[in-house]
């Protein structure tokens, strides 16, 4: 299992605010990056560092660190955010990188 | 604006080496470090190590007995070995270019490798 914990699955009604966490010890003090994975396609850089957004990203994502947790907050959902979303960050050596588990959304 | 393509073989026989071959264009291969990552069937994005410009690099402990990343600068790009493979190995591998600390800002279309005889 990853040394990051992401809930498997979560859904959010249209237009609605969510936030998908993610939760780790290496996480204290570093900051997690998330991309958004669709089948058929490859993962999308859309938060790293502190909350920065890369260029072409909707506002509507954003980022947050508190203590051993990160998160990745969609505001207004839309059907196109519907996707899984990874976070990334350093493992609890600080030498390698690791992925957390994955977090599927569905909009409803 | 960066572009990464891959390339090599989508079928392995067990026991045998992946190698799979990543070509930056748009962008010099000289800064950042360069990442392979693969997601099996039905599961989550793994990270499988990186290499930089110089030729350092560093893997994911559960593999680095059996992997070996490099750089070839002259030609833009950089490869994945992946030795002794086995049905577990199976796996959409992605090359990236990781601009921070896991801020993998672009990504390789991907490929899919199937181990099987």
């Known amino acids: 299992s990853s040394e990051l914990t992401q809930d498997p699955a979560v859904s959010v009604a249209l237009g609605q605010t969510i936030g998908i966490t993610c939760q780790g010890d290496?996480?204290?003090?570093?900051?997690a990056s998330w991309y958004q994975k669709k089948p058929g396609q490859p993962p999308l850089l859309v938060i790293y560092?502190?909350?920065i957004r890369p260029s072409g990203i909707s506002g509507r994502f954003s980022g947050s660190n508190s203590g051993n947790t990160a998160a990745l907050t969609i505001t207004g959902a839309q059907a196109a955010d519907e996707a899984e979303y990874y976070c990334?960050?350093?493992?609890?050596?600080?030498?390698?990188?690791?992925f957390g588990g994955g977090t599927e959304l569905t909009v409803l | 604006q960066v572009q990464l393509h891959q390339s090599g073989p989508g079928l392995v026989k067990p026991s045998e080496t992946l190698s799979l071959t990543c070509t930056v264009s748009?962008?010099?291969?000289?800064?950042?470090?360069w990442n392979w990552i693969r997601q099996p069937p039905g599961k989550g994005l793994e990270w499988i190590g990186s290499?930089?410009?110089?030729?350092?690099?560093i893997y994911d402990p559960s593999l680095s007995s059996r992997v070996t990343i490099s750089v070839d600068t002259s030609k833009n790009r950089f490869s994945l070995n992946l030795r002794s493979v086995t049905a577990a190995d199976t796996a959409e591998y992605f090359c990236?270019?990781?601009?921070?600390?896991?801020?993998?800002?672009?990504w390789g279309p991907g490929a899919q490798v199937i181990v099987s005889s």
């Open positions: 990236a270019r990781d601009m921070g600390v896991g801020d993998f800002d672009s």
């Open positions: 748009g962008g010099s291969i000289g800064i950042f470090y």
């Open positions: 290499v930089s410009y110089s030729g350092s690099t």
């Open positions: 290496s996480l204290r003090g570093n900051y």
């Open positions: 560092g502190q909350n």
């Open positions: 990334c960050a350093r493992d609890n050596s600080g030498n390698h990188l690791v």
